[in-house]
């Protein structure tokens, strides 16, 4: 099992960057991790996903170029550094880990992901 636990929402102007952090419990280095985001209305969309090895990542094409996935296996933490952040963006970012018997996958199924955050709010107002 694992836990997780998001920080590092906030409400910023368009433009500006913020950097989520994904604090894990467990066995954190058998999960490769993603991140996932709900704005009111809309569903859940898939965000950044990485792989347990950390070396293998996938964007959505909404973000793709302007987030960045990565972790930390030995500080059992993710994180999703965010640029030049839209008005778009608006939502509740939560990451979720998918237990993985491989280690360069990604995952970008909400389904596959047996265990998720609370969420933090990220608001980016125009």
């Known amino acids: 099992q694992v836990q997780l636990e998001e920080s590092g929402g906030g409400l910023v102007q368009a433009g500006s960057s913020l950097r989520l952090s994904c604090a894990a419990s467990g066995r954190f280095s058998i999960y490769a991790m993603g991140w996932f985001r709900q704005a009111p209305g809309k569903e859940r969309e898939f965000v950044a996903a990485i792989s347990r090895s950390g070396d293998i990542t996938n964007y959505a094409d909404s973000v793709k170029g302007r987030f960045t996935i990565s972790r930390d296996n030995a500080k059992i933490t993710a994180y999703l550094q965010m640029n030049s952040l839209k008005p778009e963006d608006t939502a509740v970012y939560s990451c979720?880990?998918?237990?993985?018997?491989?280690?360069?996958?990604?995952?970008?199924?909400?389904?596959?992901?047996?265990?998720w955050g609370q969420g933090t709010q990220v608001t980016v107002s125009s």
């Open positions: 979720a880990a998918a237990y993985s018997t491989t280690l360069g996958r990604t995952v970008v199924t909400p389904r596959e992901y047996g265990y």
